[in-house]
């Protein structure tokens, strides 16, 4: 069955960095759009970056362009997102998902948009 695992969070001091992971399995990430979106407290799910698996297209929010990338190792049907010079308000519980289609790699799309996501992980920034 389809399953998307994060890993790599953590707490971390402002300024610092840390490298998210999302495995996929059940599935091949060829034609899909890969994102991540983080969660705070009390707060809606924002989108934060997405990669587009056919071309490599990447798609950055504002509030983390400059600082965070993402990228792909095919061959490990995962995707990173390496998030540098982190600040307190980058706290929160970060999550990965795909669909497949092409139109959704794009600025701000909606979670409504990803059809598989997983569980999350928690980035702490102090």
């Known amino acids: 069955h389809v399953q998307l695992v994060e890993s790599g969070g953590g707490s971390v001091q402002a300024g610092g960095s840390l490298r998210l992971s999302c495995l996929a399995s059940?599935?091949?990430?060829?034609?899909?759009?890969m994102g991540w979106f983080r969660q705070g407290p009390g707060k809606e799910r924002d989108w934060v970056a997405s990669?587009?698996?056919?071309?490599?297209?990447?798609n950055l929010g504002d509030s983390v362009k400059g600082r965070f990338t993402m990228t792909l190792d095919t061959a490990e049907q995962t995707v990173h997102l390496l998030m540098n010079n982190l600040k307190p308000e980058d706290s929160a519980m970060y999550y990965c998902?795909?669909?497949?289609?092409?139109?959704?790699?794009?600025?701000?799309?909606?979670?409504?948009?990803?059809?598989?996501w997983g569980q999350g992980t928690q980035v702490t920034v102090s």
């Open positions: 998902a795909a669909v497949r289609s092409r139109y959704v790699c794009r600025d701000n799309p909606s979670t409504g948009e990803f059809t598989y």
């Open positions: 990669i587009y698996i056919g071309d490599g297209q990447t």
């Open positions: 059940g599935f091949t990430l060829s034609n899909r759009c």
